[in-house]
């Protein structure tokens, strides 16, 4: 995550009026995307508040959930520069980098060109993710925490935004690599989708068996998401909501008091965690037409911001406990 630059304070007046204008701009997006995505709301708008918040996502869940379509439709809707890797067990680094090759000149004079790879894009769609090994998935590690890759020693800096939404198959399915815990970190949020409502269901079998499909429509354009990005940094933090923060964070680590965590918990997230739950916290305000965040929205994060950076202990897994029981425990604590 890239360090906060402090801004010009503005006036609450100016807030406001900025809030109302980039509430209209979110709202015009969420009926954009709901044209094309059927029932899923709260991942949908977790999956926006993510990119709100300037960060990435990883969407988990078995085939066949519409997470690609979801993607996809994100790219059309916001008008980023979008591509999609599908990643493989044979993908190498240099398939989503790029690489130099050799060119010769008319005068017989060598010298290396970079040719750039797909992850120079605004909103880069990692397909199955977790189906490359770990040397292939790393590729990403650079240019998610800083925007910028080293090819040959040579810097080369990204889009702006850049936003990875990574899709990724439940680990225990054949062919899967669990990601490194570090590349883990680097995603503001892991967004959970499960199967639909039947009424949802109900809908997709019905307008999407027919002749047309609905297509989704450009309504905003990536100058104006990169201005609601940083007006959702300028949005004030309450201090309860800070201190809900850091205790909830603190109680997911072992060793700080919690016996529950003691107990279950073999390592926690650290402070990147803390800083993801205050981005996300201000853009799901924002995302309801709120100046401010607050307790609601700090326990209704706390389980896509905190449970890929936590690990359980054997004992706890063997007793069926899992990441999100733990993280609800917390969670009712502050």
Known sequence: MSVMVKESPISEKDMIAQAETALADISRVRDGVGRVIFGQEVVVERTLVAL?????????????????????????????????????????????????????DEAGKRSFRFISGPIFAQLLMADEINRASPRTQSALLQAMQEYHVTIAGIRHDLPAPFHVLATQNPLEQEGTYPLPEAQLDRFLMQVDILYPEIEAERRILLETTGIEDAKAQNVLQPARLREIQTLIRRMPVPETVVDAILKLVRSARPGQGNAETDKHVAWGPGPRASQALTLCARARALYDGRLAPSLDDIRALAEPVLQHRMALTFAARAEGTTVRDVVAKLAKGI
């Open 52 to 104: 709100l918040a300037g960060g990435h996502a990883l969407l988990v869940g078995v085939p066949g959930l519409a997470k690609t379509k979801l993607v996809e439709t994100l790219g059309v809707v916001l008008g980023l520069d979008s591509r999609r890797i599908q990643f493989t067990p044979d993908l190498m680094p240099s398939d989503i980098l790029g690489s130099e090759v050799m060119e010769q």
